[in-house]
């Protein structure tokens, strides 16, 4: 009951003064007040964690959306904002700010363009007369969800593994 009345003193405080609601509802004062500071002790918090978020948007939306969680990081860090990287981290996570890459995708071998197919030195005839003079080899990517290749080596038919001529 005596929780109503202090939320609705709390409404009118504007109005009128506290000590005035006070003695017209019947109630003490200082449990109103102390209410008022626990409030207000819990708001400090979200208070801060408001101010970081709008900084971590700043930041982030300086960089075009680019920097992640360790730019960010050690962005604040740069402007004197001392800021644990994991609440860094939490706090992106909660609002969905992500940081994105600029970075093209560039492979390792690039095929010459003006080159023709490799000759077919054996004419795809693969008997040998002995093991060791006609290998042929060839390599595949079976899709397994990585990478993951797959290589073999003929030596010639009618020879056991391991014998040379």
């Not at 008022?36 to 801060?48: C, D, F, H, I």
């Not at 609440?87 to 492979?107: D, H, K, P």
Request: glycine share 12%; proline share 7%.
């Amino acid at each position: 009951m005596s929780e109503v009345v202090y939320r609705f003193i709390g409404a009118e405080e504007a109005v009128c003064p506290v000590a005035l609601l006070c003695r017209v509802l019947g109630v003490v004062r200082s449990p109103f007040y102390a209410r008022l500071e626990v409030e207000q002790a819990r708001s400090v918090p979200a208070r801060a964690e408001e101010v970081l978020v709008h900084e971590i948007t700043v930041v982030h939306l300086a960089s075009n959306g680019a920097y992640g969680v360790p730019r960010v990081h050690a962005e604040l860090r740069g402007l004197g904002r001392p800021v644990n990287r994991k609440r860094v981290e939490r706090i992106m996570q909660e609002r969905g700010i992500a940081g994105g890459t600029r970075r093209r995708r560039r492979s390792l071998t690039r095929p010459d363009r003006q080159a023709g197919p490799a000759p077919d030195l054996t004419g795809r005839d693969f008997t040998a007369v002995r093991p060791g003079t006609r290998l042929v080899g060839d390599i595949t990517y079976p899709a397994t969800g990585g990478w993951l290749a797959v290589s073999g080596v003929l030596v010639g038919p009618g020879y056991p593994r391991g014998v040379r001529g």
